[in-house]
């Protein structure tokens, strides 16, 4: 009897899975939603800034982990947890003092913004991702090379530089900077020196422009050289990265006692949702994993020896050892994909947000339940109704760039659009057209590498709207041209950290026999209709072409106009 806890934190909130390490049975799970998150707090989507505070965090592991325990059985399974791996969001990173401690956790800093976790998807930082940008073009040593060509506002040095420029008292008192996938194993084994930190190479490596090549990070040249705010930065960080499969360290004795685990409770090696997902859901060599949800974020795993000599353009980095040891890991996403179809949602439900509380028919509890009732059926009301409208071709055409762009060549100030509208336009029409736009940014990514010779042959379907969406599954399907699989796995981004934990803790020797023994297959698979094939080649035709005007001359021609 050996089990595992696999915990991933994702946007919204975290869920803890125990899982049976000898078939990957899930035992029991438990979710907790982040309440200051939940209330908006030390957000301002106006300006796309989205913080979470590290308590959060804490009280979400420390409930779903020790609920996690209660529903399995209590102390006759905590004393079969063999090991703890963790998987987040990313780049999602924090301040920290000499002990690792995040300052919002310290006097001074409780409700400080900028003392808070950087959300993957906060947006802050733009200036700063384009400064680096020029600034790499001066180097002779390519540092961008491995990240696509292209650094972004999500990641880590963007959201760094930006915070030392934005706030002094924040800035006097960080000692270093950590991503949230570093900082909950640090934790959890009750580490006190923030050098002693096990760096994530999934993290590092995607995000923070680590490199096997470059010995590390970047030279202080040329942090230092784009800011004098950045001088000397690279010394408090750190040199050495690990894989997943390596363990942390072990359970701390106070965290022992809190969760009613033993002290020999192996901790693993953190790393992205995304990258652990797509081992819970059973990658392969060239298999595109597709982890759906707010955003999107695509995983490819290609032999080491096949990527010799070869750079691709317009990704999110190529690292090796970042989702399996020894092959090289080829991240890209959306920057919202799940979020394009709720920001609809919440547009077309203003009125029961905004009248329905007023109502003199119906008493505020009823008001409330019915707004509820609606708000949860939208989404799939709306997706019967545009499935219903057949396959003729239509004018609807959407750019889905709401959040902006992750994949092919990261721009986060782009923004989405819907045209050919008429009279005639309903809202599942309207709908339909966001679907489609989603769908055409997952076939701009496979495009993306097909372009740089790395084959994509076939889709790996995971997360929320993966496995609740048939309607938006079928369309990229038929977009596409390719079949795609969905994992059975319900959580199969905390799946995919129970077997790294399988193999930290010594269970299974690699990730590849954790896999092999804790895999729990595919429950369906999506087939392209070929007669809307000319179709959505038409459509996307059309959607490159518009989000190409977008690009060149709208942001232009606006300002152009206004002055």
Request: contains cysteine; negative net charge; proline residues 4%.
């Given at each position: ?8 934190y ?55 982990i020790k609920?996690?325990?209660?529903k ?33 956790l ?69 000692v ?25 190479r ?9 490199a ?43 965290w ?52 010799e ?6 990704i ?113 029409r ?34 929320g709207?993966?496995?609740k ?84 001359y ?10």
């Amino acid at each position: 009897m050996n089990y595992v806890i696999g915990v991933d934190y994702g946007t919204d909130s975290v869920r803890s899975v125990l899982v049976d390490t000898s078939n990957g049975k899930e035992i029991s799970s438990s979710v907790f939603f982040y309440p200051r998150w939940k209330k908006g707090l030390y957000c301002n989507p106006a300006i796309n800034q989205f913080r979470q505070h590290p308590l959060d965090y804490i009280e979400g592991i420390t409930h779903t982990i020790k609920e996690c325990i209660a529903k399995a059985g209590g102390d006759k399974i905590a004393n079969h947890i063999k090991g703890i791996a963790v998987d987040t969001t990313g780049s999602t990173p924090i301040s920290v003092n000499e002990a690792g401690i995040p300052l919002s956790l310290t006097p001074g800093f409780e409700e400080n913004p900028n003392a808070m976790f950087m959300l993957w998807k906060d947006h802050t930082a733009i200036k700063e991702a384009n400064e680096i940008n020029v600034h790499a073009e001066k180097f002779e040593i390519n540092y961008l090379k491995y990240a696509g060509g292209v650094y972004s506002s999500e990641w880590f040095w963007s959201k760094l530089l930006y915070i030392l420029r934005t706030d002094i008292k924040v800035r006097n008192h960080t000692v270093s900077w950590v991503e949230h996938c570093d900082w909950i194993p640090f934790l959890l084994c009750g580490e006190t020196d923030v050098k002693k930190m096990k760096r994530s190479r999934c993290a590092a490596g995607h995000k923070a422009l680590w490199a096997e090549e470059f010995g590390g990070l970047p030279s202080d040249n040329f942090f230092g050289s784009l800011d004098p705010l950045l001088k000397g930065f690279r010394a408090q960080l750190f040199t050495d990265t690990y894989t997943s499969d390596v363990p942390a360290g072990n359970l701390s004795a106070a965290w022992a006692e809190i969760l009613g685990l033993s002290i020999n409770v192996v901790i693993g090696v953190g790393a992205f949702d995304a990258h652990m997902g797509a081992v819970g859901g059973q990658i392969e060599p060239y298999f595109l994993s597709k982890v759906m949800g707010t955003s999107t974020c695509d995983i490819l795993v290609a032999p080491n020896q096949d990527m010799e000599g070869k750079l691709i353009k317009g990704i999110c980095g190529q690292v090796n050892g970042s989702v399996i040891p020894n092959m090289v890991g080829l991240e890209a996403g959306q920057s919202a994909f799940g979020d394009v179809y709720a920001w609809f949602k919440n547009v077309i439900s203003w009125p029961l947000n905004h009248l329905l509380s007023e109502s003199t028919i119906i008493d505020p509890a009823t008001a409330e339940a019915l707004k509820t009732e609606l708000e949860g059926k939208i989404i799939a009301t709306l997706s019967k109704h545009a499935e219903a409208l057949g396959d003729d071709d239509y004018e609807e055409l959407a750019i889905d760039w709401f959040n902006g762009r992750r994949t092919p060549n990261a721009n986060q100030e782009l923004k989405g659009a819907i045209t050919g509208l008429s009279l005639g336009t309903d809202a599942p029409r309207i709908f339909r057209s966001l679907v489609e736009a989603t769908c055409f940014g997952a076939k701009s990514i496979v495009e993306c590498f097909v372009a740089e010779n790395i084959p994509v042959k076939g889709i790996i379907g995971i997360g929320g709207v993966a496995k609740k969406s048939p309607y938006i599954m079928q369309m990229m399907s038929d977009i596409l041209e390719m079949p795609i699989r969905i994992h059975r796995f319900e959580h199969t981004c905390a799946l995919g950290a129970a077997m790294f934990a399988g193999v930290a803790a010594g269970i299974y020797p690699t990730i590849e026999d954790a896999m092999k023994a804790m895999g729990t297959g595919f429950e369906k698979e999506y087939k392209p209709n070929k007669k809307k094939q000319k179709m959505y080649r038409e459509h996307y035709q059309q959607y490159q072409n518009l989000g190409r005007y977008f690009e060149k001359y709208i942001k232009r021609d606006i300002k152009a106009y206004i002055s």
